[in-house]
Every structure is written in C-alpha cells, then in structure tokens.
C-alpha cells in the first residue's frame, strides 16, 4: 500500500517570501503520479500542481514548482513571491499509473498563513 | 456546466438515523471516489467505482454502502449514523490522471 507523510503540520511564511512545504511517500511502483492540492478555508479541493514520475523535469506552475527526487521519494512543493491568498491547507497526493484509474492517497495536510 | 455536484451540502442527523449524500457528474466519467476529510487526517477514501455496478472499498469503508446503477450517480449512504461519522465527505469523479473534485457535504451525527 502507497502512504504519504507530510512532515509539517502548519508553516507560516512572510508575504512576498518563499516557503517549501514537504512530503514524502513510500511505493513499491515505478509509475505513478505526484500532485499538490490547496484547500482554501471554503474547502474547495483546488489542483495546483502535477508530477508524472517518469519525467524527470520538475513541473512548474506561475509561482508554485517541485522539487521531486525519486529516488529519495520526495515531493515537495515552492511557492515563491507567496500571496495572502496562498494561506490554506495543502495536500500531497500520490496516484498509481494504471490501465485504470486509481484513487488518489493523500497526506495528512500543512496548514500554510501567509502573513502581510 | 454542472460538473460534479454533491447534495446535501450540510446536514444535520440524529445517531441512529440514515443518511444518504448524493454525488452527480455531468461529465459520464467512468470513475467516481467518496472521501472523508477529519482534521488531523486529511482526506480518507471510503469507496470507489470503477463503472456502473462496480465498487470496491476503500481505507474506511465501515458503516457506509455505496451504489452505482447509472455512470452520473454515485450516492453514500450511512445505514445507521455514528457520531464518530461527522466529517466532511467528497465526492470525486476522473477521466485520465485528473480528479475532479465535488464542493463538500458537511454531515453533523448528534
């Protein structure tokens, strides 16, 4: 079974600075794909950003981009120039790639304050 | 453009009582998840479908039963509500390595 740990439960960050929340997961698959998730307090599930594990370039998205290690199992996610409207919870998910769908494996959150 | 639509949005039920959330995608997506969210926990799958007449069980699949006679529908019910089953439920539905998400029903057991 795939798992995903998110080390940081809150982190704050200065507007206009940068932040890296971490995550990392543990499977046994070779193909799989990494996503990031902000849930502002609406509880909206917002995609921000999306990782195919055979590619090698870190994906990147306006402000937000990845660090993914594969080897070391790690995934973690950059926001720079961070905005008020940044501050939610995120989550750190892992897909398995199949013939099929299948779920997504989320971790436990990081609750992230932008602060002005 | 509907998308995905979740009813109730909230609700508020008696222990004991059962209770159905509705999930509804306009989309004829093949697969549909329900996820629970519970602070320290994140979001906890419950069950999903592969197709019409296809389930299979999630992490926590006690106390819920699930249906799927037609692509678009996938209700969640709780036979007899806990209080341990107050959360806020997903509905998800995919088409390739895309999730889509439906807006949350808050369900409160008293």
């Known amino acids: 079974a795939q798992t995903v740990t998110q080390s940081q439960p809150e982190m704050s960050v200065q507007e206009a600075e940068t932040v890296t929340l971490s995550c990392t997961y543990d499977?046994?698959?070779?193909?799989?794909?990494l996503f990031w998730y902000k849930q502002p307090p609406s509880r909206q599930m917002i995609l921000v950003i999306r990782?195919?594990?055979?590619?090698?370039q870190n994906a990147t998205e306006n402000r937000f981009s990845v660090n993914f290690q594969k080897a070391a199992k790690s995934f973690s996610l950059k926001i720079s120039d961070s905005q008020l409207g940044d501050t939610a919870m995120y989550f750190c998910?892992?897909?398995?790639?199949?013939?099929?769908?299948?779920?997504?494996?989320f971790g436990k959150g990081t609750r992230l304050s932008v602060i002005a | 453009d509907a998308g995905i639509t979740q009813s109730p949005r909230y609700k508020i039920t008696e222990t004991g009582r059962q209770v159905t959330l509705m999930c509804h995608q306009t989309?004829?997506?093949?697969?549909m998840f329900w996820y629970r969210q519970d602070l320290g926990h994140g979001l906890r799958l419950i069950y999903y479908?592969?197709?019409?007449?296809?389930?299979d069980k999630g992490e926590v699949p006690d106390g819920y039963v699930v249906s799927r006679s037609k692509t678009e529908n996938f209700p969640l019910t709780l036979e007899s509500a806990t209080r341990s089953q107050t959360s806020v439920y997903f509905c998800?539905?995919?088409?390739?390595?895309?999730?889509?998400f439906g807006e949350g029903s808050w369900l409160t057991v008293v």
């Open positions: 989309w004829s997506h093949s697969y």
């Open positions: 499977t046994s698959e070779n193909n799989y794909y």
């Open positions: 990782q195919e594990a055979y590619k090698q």
């Open positions: 998800a539905s995919s088409s390739g390595n895309t999730i889509y």
């Open positions: 998910a892992f897909m398995k790639l199949r013939s099929g769908n299948t779920p997504l494996v």
């Open positions: 479908s592969a197709a019409a007449d296809i389930t």
